[in-house]
T-cell receptor
Framework: DTEVTQTPKHLVMGMTNKKSLKCEQH?????MYWYKQKAKKPPELMFV???????INESVPSRFSPECPNSSLLNLHLHALQPEDSALYLC??????????????FGSGTRLTVV | GQQVMQIPQYQHVQEGEDFTTYCNSS?????IQWYKQRPGGHPVFLIQ?????EVKKQKRLTFQFGEAKKNSSLHITATQTTDVGTYFC?????????FGGGTRVLVKP
């Protein structure tokens, strides 16, 4: 299995809703990432997990809450989002975190619309 | 912090022609990665360059890392409609994959 699987593919949520994005990989990768991508912009890093521990939080608002239940799963819990949070949320994984010598495998993303 | 700039932002190419996109960093890079994102798709890893002056080829794509490890280029020969998409370079300062702005490639048949 050489894929990163993200669910759901599309999500529409109200500003008072609570929802979760899910990401799964079975490549044995020990580093996992959440990125946010607005239209016609590059992906922007949000969170980095290494060996199931949060390694980097790029000053993301607390309405986004990541969770790594095990080495294969990564969740992003959403609460009280704003319309400007609408974007494509990408999960990625890589073999390891150190040295940056590994290509990242990206999932197909969740397209989120906040209404 | 480190900034990775890409030029051009847009590239309109006639099918069959060649083009080059460039990536420049404000600081020395330990390595550089290139990704392609098709319209409506997600980034797909193409290649990583690590050594100063390194050149790697993938069929019609040629990737180059500058001698000072502060710039990189992607050259595509005989462009095809399948080359449509956005090409991103990315560096890894502090174990964080940081993307350049991307070059959006449109191919005219």
């Amino acid at each position: 299995d050489t894929e990163v699987t993200q669910t759901p593919k599309h999500l529409v949520m109200g500003m008072t809703n609570k929802k979760s994005l899910k990401c799964e990989q079975h490549m044995g990768h020990r580093a996992m990432y959440w990125y946010k991508q607005k239209a016609k912009k590059p992906p922007e890093l949000m969170f980095v997990y290494s060996y199931e521990k949060l390694s980097i939080n790029e000053s993301v608002p607390s309405r986004f809450s990541p969770e790594c239940p095990n080495s294969s799963l990564l969740n992003l819990h959403l609460h009280a989002l704003q319309p400007e949070d609408s974007a494509l949320y990408l999960c990625a994984s890589s073999q390891d975190l150190g040295r940056g010598n590994y290509g990242y495998t990206f999932g197909s993303g969740t397209r989120l619309t906040v209404v | 912090g480190q900034q990775v700039m890409q030029i051009p932002q847009y590239q309109h190419v006639q099918e069959g022609e060649d083009f080059t996109t460039y990536c420049n960093s404000s600081t020395t890079l330990s390595n550089i990665q290139w990704y392609k994102q098709r319209p409506g798709g997600h980034p797909v890893f193409l290649i990583q360059l690590v050594k100063s002056g390194e050149v790697k080829k993938q069929k019609r794509l040629t990737f180059q890392f500058g001698e000072a490890k502060k710039n990189s280029s992607l050259h595509i020969t005989a462009t095809q409609t399948t080359d449509v998409g956005t090409y991103f370079c990315a560096g890894t300062p502090g174990n964080k994959l940081t993307f350049g702005g991307g070059t959006r490639v449109l191919v005219k048949p």
